[in-house]
């Protein structure tokens, strides 16, 4: 949750109107008092206004400048959305500005690595005049990149908040954003593990999948699965559960917690018990702390084959996204002739 509940006087309604009008009007200092009213009450108030709020608050967001504190008004608008404010309604201008940052991140890092010096931590407080100067002569544009280097984890709450929320949200924006996420993420100094992976979730995707040990093939269709530990107990339920292929299913618990449409409030002590060990078609293992997106596509197909587990391992069933509600669902049993075909795309050692 982005904000703690706490009592204030201020009724977030009315702070959010203070907030537009001052927008409307270009004061500064008027803004400035309302957007904190907005921060100070946005967490005791009531869900109905929170539902209100969240799409008005988005909408301010492209008229707030990039050196101004849009990710702090980003999160007020996340926070209404985690409270019932409608995902779409805020996704754009929520994702736009993810989208803003990371493009002024990847070129702050170009801008600073040209002399080949190595990339600072991401830390407002390092920033002054000597440390915009070497981002260029345009102050404006300078601070513009510094700020968007030193806050972009700022921006993962409310773009979590609405991608977790909206299969249109992600099929919307999800291509456009993960490869620029991806990109920062390689420069190693933010943590962006989360929004990496909700915008890397996969939505209605059929998968082949070949079960190496009896030679039987599925196809099988995925959506909402954060990452291969979620998938790994899916898959077992489908399969195992399903009296497919041989092994011991899945607890009742685990597909629970990986498939409830209910949020999880808290972390539970269930367990889960890996019953297949899951490949590329080359052989190559795909690791369970990783995503059903690095399943390769095959013939515009992803492809995974299951082999027996080289090893005993047990996870927490907990999923990655508790507002993300995971699905499997078999869509047929492959014929022998269409199984070998598949089978001729992968190694022979796996």
Request: one cysteine or more.
């Amino acid at each position: 949750m982005i904000f703690n509940r706490k009592r204030v006087a201020v009724r977030l309604t009315a702070a959010v109107s203070e907030l537009e009008e001052a927008v409307s009007a270009r004061d500064g200092d008027r803004t400035g008092r309302a957007f904190g009213a907005v921060m100070n009450s946005a967490d005791s108030a009531s869900d109905a206004e929170c539902v209100d709020a969240g799409p008005r608050l988005a909408a301010l967001l492209p008229a707030f400048p990039p050196t101004g504190p849009r990710p702090m008004l980003a999160m007020a608008a996340g926070y209404c959305v985690e409270r019932g404010a409608d995902p779409p309604a805020c996704a754009e201008p929520i994702l736009d500005g993810v989208r803003r940052d990371l493009l002024d991140a990847a070129e702050f890092a170009r801008r600073w690595t040209a002399r080949g010096d190595e990339l600072p931590a991401p830390d407002e407080d390092v920033i002054d005049d000597a440390f915009l100067a070497r981002l260029g002569d345009d102050d404006y544009e300078a601070t513009r990149l510094a700020l968007a280097w030193c806050s972009l984890e700022q921006w993962q709450p409310p773009a979590l908040a609405v991608l977790c929320r909206s299969t249109e949200v992600r099929r919307r924006h999800a291509s456009d954003l993960l490869p620029l996420c991806r990109a920062v993420e390689a420069l190693d100094r933010h943590d962006l593990k989360c929004l990496s992976y909700a915008l890397a979730v996969l939505d209605d995707e059929p998968v082949i999948v070949l079960h190496r040990p009896t030679g039987t093939g599925f196809e099988i269709r995925i959506a909402g699965i954060g990452d291969n530990f979620q998938l790994h107990t899916l898959l077992a339920h489908v399969l195992v559960g399903g009296g497919h292929v041989p092994g011991t299913a899945p607890s009742p618990e685990s597909v629970r917690l990986a498939t409830s449409l209910e949020p999880a409030r808290d972390a539970s002590d269930a367990v889960a018990t890996g019953v297949f060990e899951l490949l590329a078609p080359d052989g190559t293992r795909l690791w369970n702390e990783g995503l059903p997106d690095d399943i390769p596509l095959v013939q515009g197909r992803r492809l995974l084959v299951l082999e027996a587990p080289s090893y005993a391992r047990t996870w927490n069933a907990d999923r990655f996204f508790p507002n993300l509600p995971g699905r499997a669902e078999l869509i047929r049993v492959l014929p022998p002739d269409e199984t070998q075909k598949w089978y001729a795309h992968t190694s022979p050692t796996t």
